[in-house]
């Protein structure tokens, strides 16, 4: 496994830069590669580049702040459904388990139906999924008695049907000539509309949900053995589960926050994550990381390119989760963990 985990990770990486190169590349105004590359070496070395002002154009401000969002967005997906599958103890556990992205969908949706802006409506998506889990943790704190895991994920499930209650009765209500489009289109995920400044808004965020899982990465492998398993060994559960909670929510949050809900990352890339390196969170984690990325990259691109309007992220996303899930489910070794 020594020599195993560096060549995992640096084929990972390669295949994210390489699918991340073509995505810049292919498009209704393709690209070629030594144009690319002389655009990004004069973005870099602040130089002219002598090109057609339009192919820099296309690289920097549209394909450019897309492909960095699709990294961002699937690598911290990935992430978050690695956390929350070691933590509970579940492979059929998800980013959404807890609420989170029917939060942010109130919240989005609610932004649409007040007609405001897309700052705004980014600001009550992020705001909305962490109210969302800190009212479920806030509901299973209340419950005595019980397995604290189990509560936990039935009050996400309640809360979470709660929720898509309100977002379905905000369709209901919207205008169906304005703000029902808008809604559907949210719901269904895309990085069309993604711009630098949601960029700057989302990475820090994901990167301090980031850091407390790695920080924790060895103290999550033993809360995967259990709680008083944990707290034999000297990690206190109650503690490191609220750390890793509240990082993986706030990654989900900042994804869904500028792609809208995209659904399967989560729960299907750990798995193939967990086939390569085994359940091991501290080699876990840097490969879920890597794959989630370089999948929804490939999963835009497709999106992008595949038809003369754009397919939504969420429902590609489906459809391509679904056979790979099951594929997985068919192959995999008994007893996942």
């Known amino acids: 496994m020594s020599v195993r985990q560096p060549v995992t990770l640096l084929a990972a990486a390669a295949a994210v830069l390489a699918l991340a190169a073509a995505a810049f590349t292919v498009g209704r105004y393709p690209v070629a590669t030594p144009d690319l590359l002389r ?3 004069s973005w870099l070395a602040d130089i002219p580049h002598g090109l057609d002002p339009a192919i820099e154009a296309v690289v920097l401000q549209i394909r450019g702040p897309r ?15 690695a956390a929350y599958q070691n933590l509970f103890r579940n492979p ?4 959404d388990i807890l609420g989170v992205s029917s939060g942010a969908a109130v919240g989005a949706v609610l932004g649409i139906f007040l007609s405001l802006g897309i700052v705004m409506i980014q600001s009550l998506a992020f705001a909305a999924g962490l109210a969302a889990v800190g009212l479920v943790y806030a509901v299973a704190r209340s419950v005595r008695g019980h397995d604290p895991l189990l509560v936990l994920v039935l009050a996400g499930v309640v809360i979470g049907s709660l929720l898509g209650a309100c977002v379905a009765l905000m369709k209901y209500l919207a205008d169906p000539y304005n703000q029902l489009p808008a809604i559907t289109f949210w719901l269904l995920g895309s990085l069309a509309a993604v711009t630098p400044q949601d960029l700057k808004f989302a990475a ?11 920080l924790l990465r060895w103290r999550v492998n033993v809360l995967s053995l259990g709680d008083e398993e944990a707290r034999a060994l000297g990690v206190p ?14 990654m989900t949050s900042a994804a869904v926050a500028i792609s809208g809900v995209v659904g399967w990352i ?9 086939m390569l390196t085994g359940p091991d969170f501290s080699r876990l984690l840097p490969v879920s990381v890597l794959l989630g990325a370089g999948f929804l990259v490939a999963v835009d691109m497709l999106a992008r390119t595949m038809a003369d309007i754009e397919v939504p992220l969420g429902v590609l996303t489906a459809f391509i989760g679904t056979p790979l899930f099951l594929w997985q489910l068919a192959t995999a070794r008994r007893g996942w963990q």
């Open 67 to 81: 492909v960095l969002a699709a990294l961002m967005v699937g690598a911290s997906l990935a992430a978050a459904g």
């Open 204 to 214: 820090p965020l994901m990167l301090a949900g980031l850091l407390p899982l790695w």
């Open 39 to 41: 655009v990004l070496w």
């Open 237 to 250: 559960a109650g503690r490191i589960r609220i750390a890793v909670i509240a990082g993986a929510t706030l």
């Open 92 to 95: 059929l556990v998800s980013p």
């Open 266 to 274: 989560g729960l299907v890339i750990p798995h193939f994550a967990r």
